[in-house]
T-cell receptor, first 111, second 115 residues
Framework: DQQVKQNSPSLSVQEGRISILNCDYT??????FLWYKKYPAEGPTFLIS?????DKNEDGRFTVFLNKSAKHLSLHIVPSQPGDSAVYFC??????????FGTGTRLKVLA | KAGVTQTPRYLIKTRGQQVTLSCSPI?????VSWYQQTPGQGLQFLFE???????NKGNFPGRFSGRQFSNSRSEMNVSTLELGDSALYLC??????????????FGPGTRLTVL
């Protein structure tokens, strides 16, 4: 049972435009969410996080939005750059400190 | 500060064999977690070690085991390898607890191929 779902396996966006990556979760006990970015042949790197007491967190070009009632979070990248092309994973944490990852979305930013 | 290192980076084994993967966390980090990444499944949590004790365990069979040494280095062992064990195995370290205020830092992974 996939508790964290990224329903879009891939996404293509033009350079300079907004990239929106989506993530849905089923467990209402999750109270902390993170986004990781992964390049080929490298491990995932932490991008941005959000606590369930907030609905938005911003860091430069990256903004994460959390809609608790819909159990949905999204990552916005504005403006998108070719170097953003990677696989993006969302992850959720519950009280047991286990990270539950989604299956990833491959973002391709076209120059 | 050096990042998380994993050895070996690539490994080819045959069914029935066993394998041991190694992970050296960032200096000062005491928590080490292991994940399996396969296409379409994302990162699946295997287990987490803190101060030489397994603190959390995912839903994997007993063929998957691990341990942590006093210097926080960790090893993961898979016995009686199956074709389905072919995957990228990632190790992540964090300062104290893999949780909200303590980001996990990942190594580059070990690519295991089982023939």
């Amino acid at each position: 049972d996939q508790q964290v779902k990224q329903n879009s396996p891939s996404l293509s966006v033009q350079e300079g435009r907004i990239s929106i990556l989506n993530c849905d979760y089923t467990n209402s006990m999750f109270d902390y969410f993170l986004w990781y970015k992964k390049y080929p042949a490298e491990g995932p790197t932490f991008l941005i996080s959000i606590s369930s007491i907030k609905d938005k967190n911003e860091d430069g070009r990256f903004t994460v939005f959390l809609n608790k009632s819909a159990k949905h979070l999204s990552l916005h990248i504005v403006p998108s750059q070719p170097g953003d092309s990677a696989v993006y994973f969302c992850a959720a944490i519950s009280g047991t400190y286990k990270y539950i990852f989604g299956t990833g979305t491959r973002l391709k930013v076209l120059a | 500060k050096a990042g998380v290192t994993q050895t070996p980076r690539y490994l080819i084994k045959t069914r029935g064999q066993q394998v041991t993967l190694s992970c050296s966390p960032i200096s000062g980090h005491r928590s080490v977690s292991w994940y399996q990444q396969t296409p379409g499944q994302g990162l699946q949590f295997l287990f987490e070690y803190f101060s030489e004790t397994q603190r959390n365990k995912g839903n994997f069979p007993g063929r998957f085991s691990g341990r942590q040494f006093s210097n926080s280095r960790s090893e993961m062992n898979v016995s009686t390898l199956e074709l389905g064990d072919s995957a990228l195995y990632l190790c992540a370290s964090s300062l104290v607890a893999s949780g909200r205020s303590d980001t996990q830092y990942f190594g580059p992974g070990t690519r295991l191929t089982v023939l």
